[in-house]
Structure formats: structure tokens, C-alpha cells
């Protein structure tokens, strides 16, 4: 079966534009940055909500929470938009699309100085079931 | 020449099918708030407790504010909700505590819910037609 995690952070470490914004900074299945963030750097954390099989099994209809993590609050929203420029309307290997859900909403991690952009993708996989 | 006649009440028939989609909507979006009350994650129950619906026919939601202590805490916080709901003349679910966004991006509730309820649609509409058609 497939795993949508690890296949979408793979998906977007070997995407240039992203790259170019984050670096090695893509972490899938994660709600928060990982131990050891650096407040203002960018970086993109995701995880699913979510989903369901298609009545066949043959298709995962999941949906994933990425946050798009800046030094202010349009950048991070600068993030999210190479994120949604990447993944919008795209197909590859066993994804068969990505379609936005909920656009960005700049906002700060409670408690601290750490602004992110909160987007949604709703996410096709081929589940790679035994059908 | 026929002697049956059909009146059509264009205006009045109208009228019903909004009647009955929003009933149907409300009905949806009751259905999704109870689904995910359960699986708010609970602190002081703030949270869990600003559940509403906003609807044609039923405006559930209201501004709150409340003092109290998070687990863990001895002293006391104030919580508020947002303070109006979307504008708009649809039906929303959802919760108005003013960190709802945080929980639901960290620990999913409602969206869940929504996944849930969406299996389940058929029987909702079909419950609120018959009420409005017979």
C-alpha cells in the first residue's frame, strides 16, 4: 500500500522551487516543527486529517494540513503559495491529484513568535491495495 | 379537449425546495457538530462547548467568554470565542473558540466528523424531503 506520507515528503524534497524556499525543511506527519527549529526559519510541516478508500479500495481519497512556516507572516504565506504553485492541479507516480481545499491563513503558534500559513490539500493516491 | 388542469405555483414551489435544503443542510450540519463534540480534544471544555450551527433557520451560534483553569493550572485564563460567525447566508458548522483552528490543525475533530456524516448523507435529504414534500 501506498504510504501518502513519505511519498509526498519525497515528492517535495526533490522539487526545486520548494527547495529553494525551504531547503531540507519538509516534514511529513508532523503537527509542529520538529525539536530543534530555529524561530523565523521556513520550513513546511504536514500531516493528513484523514480520508477514506474509494468502494473499490483502489483510490485514497485523503486530505493534509501543511504549514508553511516564515520568518513574518507574509512570508510564510510566500511559502505557502510555492507550495500550492508545486502541488495545485499536479500528478505524479501514484498521485493522481492534489486540489487545494482551504488556501492560507497566516497565523502564530500560540505562545510563541513562530508565524505559519495553514492550508489544505485534498489528495488522491492510488491505494496500491490488493484489489 | 382535456378537462385536467395543472396549476404550477412556480413561487410557492420554489419556496419549499429552499425550505427543504435548508432543513436538509441544518440537519447535515447538526449531524457533523455531534459527530465531532465527541472527539474534541478536552482541556477545560471550552472548546468542546462552542460547537454551533448557523443556518437559514437556526442561528446556534453565540460569543462567549469564560475564566477558567487549563489541567495543570491553578490560575485562571480567559477564553473567548470569536466574535460573529461567517458572514454569510449559508450553513456553517463549527466551533468559535478563538484557538478552534490550532486544535483542529494539530488533533482533527472536524473534519473527521464531516468524512463521517458524508457517508450518511442520502438518509438525511431523504428524512428532510419527505417532512416537506409528504
Not at chain 1, 105 to 125: H, K, N, R
Amino acid at each position: 500500500m501506498v504510504n501518502p506520507i513519505a511519498w509526498l515528503t519525497n515528492y517535495l524534497l526533490t522539487n526545486g522551487a520548494i527547495a529553494a524556499q525551504v531547503g531540507a525543511g519538509v516534514y511529513g506527519g508532523l503537527a509542529d516543527p520538529p525539536i530543534g527549529y530555529q524561530p523565523g526559519s521556513k520550513l513546511i510541516v504536514f500531516n493528513t486529517r484523514g480520508g477514506q478508500f474509494s468502494y473499490d479500495n483502489v483510490w485514497l481519497f485523503d486530505s493534509y494540513g501543511f504549514k508553511c512556516y516564515g520568518p513574518t507572516p507574509a512570508i510564510s504565506y510566500d511559502v505557502h503559495q510555492t507550495l500550492i504553485e508545486q502541488l495545485q492541479g499536479k500528478h505524479s507516480g501514484p498521485m493522481f491529484s492534489a486540489e487545494i481545499q482551504a488556501t492560507g491563513v497566516p497565523l502564530q503558534q500560540p505562545g510563541v513568535d513562530w508565524w505559519f500559513s495553514l492550508c489544505y490539500f485534498a489528495i488522491t493516491f492510488k491505494s496500491g491495495l490488493e484489489v | 379537449m382535456s378537462d385536467i388542469t395543472v396549476n404550477w405555483f412556480e413561487n410557492d414551489f420554489n419556496l419549499r425546495v429552499d425550505a427543504a435544503s435548508d432543513q436538509a443542510l441544518y440537519e447535515i450540519a447538526a449531524q457533523i457538530l455531534a459527530e465531532a463534540i465527541p472527539n474534541v480534544p478536552r482541556d477545560t471544555g471550552f472548546l468542546a462547548n462552542s460547537g454551533y450551527v448557523n443556518s437559514p433557520i437556526n442561528e446556534g451560534f453565540q460569543h462567549q467568554s469564560s475564566k477558567r483553569s487549563p489541567r495543570g493550572s491553578k490560575s485562571k485564563r480567559l477564553y473567548e470565542t470569536v466574535d460573529k460567525p461567517p458572514q454569510t447566508d449559508q450553513t456553517v458548522v463549527g466551533f468559535a473558540a478563538n484557538y478552534a483552528i490550532y486544535v483542529e490543525s494539530r488533533t482533527p475533530f472536524l473534519y473527521p466528523a464531516m468524512l463521517s456524516v458524508q457517508g450518511k448523507i442520502g438518509g438525511t435529504i431523504e428524512e428532510a424531503g419527505r417532512a416537506n414534500f409528504g
